[in-house]
C-alpha cells in the first residue's frame, strides 16, 4: 500500500458475488422478449439473440472484461443491444427501446429468485474491515433495484455507507466520479481509499481518481487485463493479509 488505508470502495458484480454468469442467462433472456416484442421473425431468432449477446461482450470463450456486460449501465448495454439487433428488422426510438429494455429487466429480476452466490471469503473480509473501521462503500454499474435485492439477499448491504448505482450517477465507470463522490462524503483523500474490482474499467477509475486499487482475480478479468502497477488477489484472504 503506497498510504495507509482508511476506506474501501468495492465494485459488485464479479467481486462482491458470482454474478456473471447469471446475468449472461438475463441477458440472453431480455433478447428473446426483445426478439418477440420487435416481431423479429423467429427463425431469425437465435442468430439475433447470438448478436446482442456478442455486442455486449459475451464470448464462446468467457466474458471480454471490457465488454458492457461487465462494465456497464443498463442504458449502455440497451444501447448495444439495439445496435445489434437493428439488423434483423426496425427498431422503436432509442428512448422507446431503452424503456422496453427496463420493463423487461425489471420482470425477470422480479421472477428470479435466486440470488447469485457470495464469492468465497467476502463476507469475512467485510467484517474484518468493519471491525478495523475501515468504512466501506459501493460502486455498481447495475441499477439501484438490481443492486440492492442482490445485496439484501445476502444481509451485506449494512456493511456500505455509500453507495454510487449504474442508473443513479451522472458519469459511469471508468470515470472518477464514483470514487471522488466517496471521497467528499467520508472526508478521506483519495489516496488512502482502495478500490477493489474485478474489471479494467475499475482500475481506470480508482487511477483517474488518485486512489489506490485492487484486482480481485476470478471475475472478469484476468492478470493480463491489469497493470503492472495495481495490487492483485486471487482470492479475497489475500486482501485480508493486505491490510493486515
Known sequence: MTEPVKALLWDKDGTLVDSLEQWVARDRRLLRMLCRELEIPEADHAAAVAAGLAAIGVREEGIDPRGEIARGTEASIAAAMAGA?????????????????????????????????????????????????????????????????????????????????????????????????FSREIAIHPSQILVIGDAPTDEEMATAAGAQFCALLGGAGARQDFSDRCIVAGHPDEILSLLA
Open 85 to 181: 439487433l437493428d439488423a434483423f428488422g426496425p427498431l422503436p426510438s432509442p428512448e422507446a427501446f431503452a424503456s422496453l429494455v427496463g420493463r423487461f429487466i425489471g420482470d425477470i429480476l422480479a421472477s428470479d429468485k435466486t440470488p447469485a452466490p457470495l464469492r468465497r471469503g467476502i463476507h469475512a473480509l467485510l467484517t474484518k474491515a468493519a471491525k478495523r473501521g475501515l468504512i466501506q462503500g459501493l460502486a455498481s454499474s447495475d441499477s439501484r433495484m438490481s443492486c440492492l435485492k442482490e445485496l439484501s439477499a445476502h444481509g451485506i448491504e449494512t456493511f456500505f455507507t455509500f453507495f454510487a448505482f449504474g442508473d443513479e450517477v451522472p458519469r459511469a465507470k471508468p470515470d472518477p466520479w464514483c470514487v471522488e463522490q
